[in-house]
């Protein structure tokens, strides 16, 4: 099995994000490629002989019965903007990082209208936010509200689309049930 490319690099980020919003991913069907064997870095280099994936597509059944799918890909021939997300629910679609801008929200039954709504987001340096509460977290600040369990759980999503996509089948994720512990 191959491992390491987009899938770990990129699709990790996706797959916390759905868990985090959805709950945990249950079963997962996946196809992965390496579309592009060679590569030139933005230094120049030229990168030859790439067996790393480099396109993936998964589906997942997540544990309420909810079915996602998640494109993952490096291919972009005009870069990417690290990655978008798209979520369509019976009573609201949501879409990050879109042709829409930074956030765009279509939920009427929550706004009270049925335009689109397109908040207005502070313009910050990629990462700055994060950077910002993760500091607040060290500090004390704030609670911390992911752990490694969370990454646990994230990396059986991972594992499982490389055996999906390279066996062809659904493969189960196994749940990963969070200790009760206190950090303090």
């Known amino acids: ?18 868990q985090h919003l ?13 579309m592009m064997q060679e590569r030139t870095l933005p230094s120049g280099i030229v990168v030859k002989n790439i067996e790393l994936e480099d396109v993936a597509f998964a589906t997942y059944r ?7 799918d998640h494109e993952i890909t490096a291919c972009e021939q005009q870069g990417t903007d690290r990655f978008l997300v798209e979520i369509y629910g019976e009573k609201a679609t949501m879409l990050l990082r879109g042709a829409r801008g930074p956030l765009a929200l279509y939920a009427p039954e929550i706004t009270g209208t049925t335009d689109w709504q397109l908040p207005e987001l502070p313009d910050r340096p990629f990462g700055a936010r994060h950077h910002a509460e993760w500091l607040e ?5 704030k609670p911390d509200e992911a752990s490694g369990w969370d990454s646990l759980a994230g990396m059986h999503v991972i594992q499982a689309i490389y055996e999906a996509a390279e066996s062809g089948g659904r493969v189960s994720v196994p749940y990963v049930e969070k200790a009760d512990y206190d950090r303090n």
């Open 1 to 18: 099995m191959v491992s390491g490319g987009v899938v770990y690099s990129l699709g990790s980020h996706g797959t916390d994000v759905v």
């Open 22 to 34: 959805v709950g945990p991913i249950e079963e997962v069907s996946a196809h992965t490629a390496c």
């Open 62 to 68: 997540m544990k309420k019965g909810i079915l996602v």
């Open 137 to 141: 977290i060290v500090r004390g600040v």
